[in-house]
Nanobody, 123 residues
């Protein structure tokens, strides 16, 4: 069992920045790939970014490439999502998730999910 708790959401103006943190507890964090997803109102949950357990490999969605960065600190059992140059279309609830299978982009490849944190980007 893995428990994930996100923090760092809020209201920001377009062009601004936010950093999410996702703290993990439970089973060995270091063995899991971690991902970030988001879900806007009336839309399906979509992949944002993922990182392998070693942090040697990452995958970033085209819609946020060049603006968002994923990283992790295994000593702190925490994964981060740095979001720069935010746009109104980035408004969504953001979720972190863990995948024992490795870096992945589909929601069904992740076993554990956080409760989500809201980001609202105003124009």
């Amino acid at each position: 069992q893995v428990q994930l708790v996100e923090s760092g959401g809020g209201l920001v103006q377009a062009g601004g920045s936010l950093r999410f943190s996702c703290a993990a507890s439970g089973r060995a964090f270091i063995t899991y790939a971690m991902g970030w997803f988001r879900q806007a109102p009336a839309k399906e949950r979509e992949f944002v970014a993922a990182i392998t357990w070693s942090a040697k490999n990452t995958d970033i969605a085209d819609s946020v490439k060049g603006r968002f960065t994923i990283s992790r600190d295994n000593a702190k059992n925490t994964v981060y999502l740095q979001m720069n140059s935010l746009k109104p279309e980035d408004t969504a609830v953001y979720y972190c998730a863990s995948s024992y299978a490795g870096i992945a982009t589909r929601t069904d490849e992740y076993e554990y999910w956080g409760q989500g944190t809201q980001v609202t980007v105003s124009s």
